[in-house]
């Protein structure tokens, strides 16, 4: 917390270009000096690159992850003219929006959540609220805390029984839920998927959460795309407004099939954007794959 107060620190009082000359020592550092995310970041690249990565892949994949870190201090304090967004998929959340419901949005540990909230403050009526498990609640309102932003994204804590009954109130008054789909915790049901070539598995509980309560859902990113620039995704992913309880599974089962679908298709197009430092697909080094 102390390294992240001064880190945010530096951010305000150097400004955004000259405080990222800091960004690319991390990423240089972590690149060579943290060998178990080194090695599982290169499996990662050379299922997504469908080639052995070079250093300079390293490289850049840590200093993407630390830049949206970096420019989470700005979006925070809704410094949003610092910034340069596309948006795909713009009707569509512009019409859920005017329909008055809330849906969940469905994410992955891709680019910047963050960014959404640039969306949000522009799109009149567009509440976003996050759902995560309760370490990383923890974790978030700690980093919260130090960066201390004019915007405090509201978070509900999983794990606890009052956390769905919040989550239905909240998309009850036309709030949208974000949630995290592509993490593991602990024993939770899994759907196995191939994924970039080889086996993977997924977390069944954030679908079939939507399913239950029969809610659209969006797969959502914000990718990072170099300088000031990012790029927002917004795709309908699944309805389970009308989905009964006989076909909710097979629904759950297809839902977290396109999810991987959709997420192969951006770490294919926007390989650095996917912070992926750990054993996903536990089977050791993967042979290159087709090139995107």
């Not at 967004?85 to 849906?103: D, K, N, Q, W």
């Not at 976003?128 to 498990?133: F, G, Q, R, S």
């Not at 770490?267 to 042979?287: E, I, K, L, V």
Request: proline letters at 5%; charged letters at 20%; one cysteine or more.
């Amino acid at each position: 917390m102390t390294l992240l107060r001064i880190m945010a620190a530096a951010s305000h009082l150097l400004g955004r270009a000259p405080s990222r000359v800091l960004l690319h020592l991390i990423a240089i550092y972590f690149a060579l000096f943290a060998p178990t995310a080194r090695r599982h970041a290169r499996n990662y690249l050379r299922r997504a690159l469908g080639r052995e990565p070079r250093f300079t892949d390293r490289y850049r994949h840590v200093l993407t992850f630390a830049s949206t870190i970096h420019d989470r201090v700005y979006l925070l304090d809704k410094c949003f003219d610092q910034f340069a967004f596309s948006i795909e998929g713009e009707e569509l959340m512009r019409t859920m929006v005017a329909g008055g419901e809330g849906a969940f949005l469905m994410g992955a540990h891709m680019g910047s959540f963050d960014v959404t909230h640039a969306f949000g403050v522009h799109q009149p009526g567009l509440n976003i609220v996050m759902a995560m498990y309760e370490d990383n609640a923890r974790k978030i309102n700690a980093m919260l805390a130090a960066l201390r932003p004019i915007m405090k994204p509201e978070v509900i804590s999983l794990g606890h029984i009052e956390a769905m009954l919040k989550v239905r109130q909240r998309l009850d008054e036309g709030a949208f839920v974000g949630i995290l789909g592509d993490r593991t915790l602990g024993d939770e049901p899994l759907q196995e998927v191939n994924f970039l070539g080889s086996p993977a598995y997924f977390p069944v509980g954030p679908m079939r959460a939507a399913a239950l309560l029969r809610r659209r859902t969006v797969f959502m990113l914000g990718l990072y795309r170099g300088g000031n620039r990012y790029h927002l995704v917004f795709e309908l992913l699944a309805d389970f407004s009308s989905v009964g309880r006989a076909q909710r599974a097979a629904a759950v089962e297809q839902a977290i099939t396109r999810y991987a679908a959709l997420l192969e298709k951006y770490c294919r197009s926007d390989p650095y954007n996917w912070f992926n430092f750990f054993d996903f697909w536990r089977d050791g080094p993967a042979r290159p794959s087709h090139s995107p």
